[in-house]
């Protein structure tokens, strides 16, 4: 069974506009939430990471919510480039040892379109 | 410099026939991992190591095996590859003392 749900399974934006990306989870224990970054045919970089039971991040144009009650992510781009374009994928950590393990989303496709 | 090198890049492998693929990571992390990705899902492990010479089954392990020669070096060993097994597999490592994650940038397999 899915833990981590993504939605939308894909988006297309025009440069300059704004876009939100949806995460849901049933992951138990739910210590971290962490958005990642995937360019075609890239490895996955982190965007950041949301901790705590309410938690907001900002890093540039990213902008994370969290809210572990409703498990519940949500990851914001504002003024959208073309670099954008990437699959962005949502992973929930059920430990903060290296015990844990991540479970992750099968990612939200972002096109941007000039 | 990547702190976690995959190779292959990419590869063709025939049915049954025995692939490795191997991970370098310079970040001094005694945790490794080996995940695939198959289109439309989330990445599934299937096997990690905490520390040298020894590995541990992930949550998809079967038809796979790993390799933990030395911190830096970990292995995954397919060694009778299947239609299956063709996805996008990434390594990572992860510092014991917090939750980042290095990924690699990933091995292409397709079999054939």
């Known amino acids: 069974k899915t833990q981590v749900e993504q939605s939308p399974q894909s988006l297309v934006v025009r440069q300059g506009e704004n876009c939100v990306l949806q995460c849901n989870y049933s992951v138990t224990p739910d210590n971290h939430l962490r958005w990642f970054k995937q360019d075609t045919g890239k490895g996955l970089v982190s965007l950041t990471v949301?901790?705590?039971?309410?938690d907001k991040t900002s890093n540039g144009r990213y902008s994370a919510t969290l809210d572990k009650d409703a498990k519940h992510s949500t990851l914001h781009i504002t003024a959208t480039l073309l670099d954008d374009t990437a699959t962005y994928i949502c992973?929930?950590?059920?430990?903060?040892?290296?015990?844990?393990?991540?479970?992750f989303g099968a990612g939200t496709q972002l096109i941007v379109i000039p | 410099e990547a702190a976690v090198t995959q190779s292959p890049r990419s590869k063709v492998a025939v049915t049954g026939g025995k692939v490795t693929l191997s991970c370098h990571q310079t970040?001094?992390?005694?945790?490794m991992y080996w995940y695939r990705q198959d289109t439309g899902h989330g990445l599934r492990l299937i096997h990690y190591s905490y520390v040298a010479d020894s590995t541990e089954k992930g949550d998809i392990p079967d038809g796979y095996k790993a390799s933990r020669p030395s911190q830096e070096n970990f292995s995954l060993i397919l060694e009778l590859a299947s239609l299956s097994q063709t996805a996008v597999y990434f390594c990572a490592s992860r510092d014991a003392a917090n939750s980042d994650y290095t990924f690699g940038s990933g091995t292409r397999l397709l079999v054939i």
């Open positions: 970040n001094n992390h005694d945790y």
């Open positions: 992973v929930v950590g059920d430990r903060g040892s290296a015990l844990g393990r991540l479970h």
């Open positions: 949301l901790v705590d039971q309410k």
